[in-house]
C-alpha cells in the first residue's frame, strides 16, 4: 500500500466542491493511479487560505504527518501569496473606479515582496521534503491564471489592462520560480497554468457578464478533473 501526502491551499482542500472528498483533484488523481493496479491512500493535508510561510511552519512543526514514508508528494503552494497582492488593486477598484498611483505601487511592492518570500519559502519546503524522504516522488503545481475570463477593465497608473491580462502578468513569475525549484530539486511539474489556459471547458468559478461579477477564484468540479488529469501525466 503506498501513501501519497497531498499538501497545499483550498485547491488542494477542494474548497467549494459539493463533496470534496471526492471531486477534489487530489481524490480523482488517487482514483486514476489505482486504476492502474496500484494501491495508494490519499492523506489530504489541504488548508485554506495557506500560504508558503504557512505550509513551512506547518512541515517544521511536524504536522504533516506520514511525510516521511510517503511514496508520492503533491503540492499546490503560492497563489495566496500573490493573489493578496492583488487585491489590494481589486478592492479600491471596485469601490471606486480606479486605482491611484499611491495604492499601484504599494501594491506592486508589496507584490514584488510576496515574490521573494514565495521562492524562498518554496525552496525551504522543497529542502525538507528531500531531507526527510530523498526518494518519494514530488510533483508541484504551477498556477492557473483565476480571472482569465474577466475582461473587465483595471485603470492602473498610466495604463489599461483587463483583469485576466494584468492577473497573467502576476502569476508568470510566480511559475518561472516554480519551475526553476521543481528541476532543481527534481521535482515533476503538473502545468496546471498552460492546461487551463488551453481547455475550452468551464473550469472556473469566476466570471463578469450583464449578471455581475463574481471574483472567486476556486476551480469548479470540471476543473478539478482537469488538474488531477494534468497531475496523473506529471506522475507518471
Request: hydrophobic residues 40%; contains cysteine.
Amino acid at each position: 500500500m503506498k501513501k501519497y501526502i497531498a499538501i497545499g491551499d483550498s485547491l488542494t482542500f477542494g474548497f467549494g466542491l459539493a463533496d470534496k472528498k471526492t471531486e477534489r483533484f487530489s481524490a480523482k488523481l488517487t482514483d486514476k493511479l489505482n486504476k492502474k493496479d496500484e494501491m495508494y491512500v490519499e492523506y489530504n493535508y489541504g488548508v485554506n487560505g495557506l500560504t508558503s510561510d504557512g505550509l513551512l511552519d506547518m512541515l517544521e512543526a511536524g504536522e504533516i504527518g506520514m511525510l516521511s514514508d510517503a511514496d508520492l508528494v503533491t503540492i499546490d503552494i503560492g497563489a495566496n501569496d500573490v493573489l493578496d497582492s492583488l487585491n489590494q488593486i481589486l478592492i479600491p477598484m471596485f469601490e471606486s473606479g480606479s486605482v491611484s498611483k499611491i495604492e499601484y505601487e504599494a501594491a506592486m511592492e508589496s507584490y514584488n515582496e510576496s515574490i521573494i518570500s514565495a521562492y524562498d519559502n518554496t525552496k525551504e519546503i522543497l529542502e525538507y521534503i528531500k531531507s526527510v524522504n530523498p526518494d518519494c516522488t514530488i510533483v508541484i503545481a504551477t498556477i492557473y491564471n483565476p480571472y482569465r475570463n474577466l475582461d473587465v477593465e483595471l485603470i492602473l497608473d498610466d495604463r489599461t489592462v483587463t483583469l485576466a491580462q494584468f492577473a497573467d502578468e502576476l502569476m508568470q513569475e510566480l511559475n518561472n520560480n516554480i519551475k526553476e525549484l521543481a528541476n532543481d530539486y527534481g521535482g515533476h511539474i503538473a502545468d496546471w497554468y498552460t492546461a487551463f489556459e488551453m481547455t475550452k471547458l468551464n473550469v472556473l468559478d469566476a466570471k463578469y457578464d450583464e449578471t455581475g461579477i463574481n471574483l472567486d477564484i476556486h476551480p469548479n468540479k470540471e476543473g478539478h478533473n482537469l488538474m488531477a488529469t494534468v497531475m496523473y501525466e506529471a506522475v507518471n
